[in-house]
Nanobody
Framework: QVQLVESGGGLVQAGGSLRLSCAAS????????MGWFRQAPGKEREFVAS????????RYADSVKGRFTISRDNTKNTVYLRMNSLKPEDTAVYYC?????????????????WGQGTQVTVSS
């Protein structure tokens, strides 16, 4: 019974930055591992980043490592994705996902709850 709502997407030029937010319902958010995925037109949804329920452990796709940062604020039931040095290849719909079992790997099958997504477009 978890609802996830993404926000913060938009249009930016290459080299710019955006911060995405994902607001979760319920007071059990603090026990969920969370992840960010993205899907470009004609492509399969791919892993971007994940964070453990405590916020101590993070994982990143090689394509975004060093540019993106995932974080969470459990007091606000919110997970964030700071995206710096954006490239046109980052253009996609970005989705947040929750794993009540605590898994925070790169596979979509490890996440049970998904938001509706927010569009990120990077122009060249």
């Amino acid at each position: 019974q978890v609802q996830l709502v993404e926000s913060g997407g938009g249009l930016v030029q290459a080299g710019g930055s955006l911060r995405l937010s994902c607001a979760a319902s319920g007071r059990t958010f603090g026990s969920y591992a969370m992840g960010w995925f993205r899907q470009a037109p004609g492509k399969e949804r791919e892993f971007v980043a994940s964070i453990s329920y405590s916020g101590i452990t993070t994982r990143y796709a090689d394509s975004v490592k060093g540019r993106f940062t995932i974080s969470r604020d459990n007091t606000k039931n919110t997970v964030y994705l700071r995206m710096n040095s954006l490239k046109p290849e980052d253009t996609a719909v970005y989705y947040c996902a929750g794993s009540p079992a605590g898994f925070s790997g790169s596979s979509r099958s490890q996440y049970n709850y998904w938001g509706q997504g927010t569009q990120v477009t990077v122009s060249s």
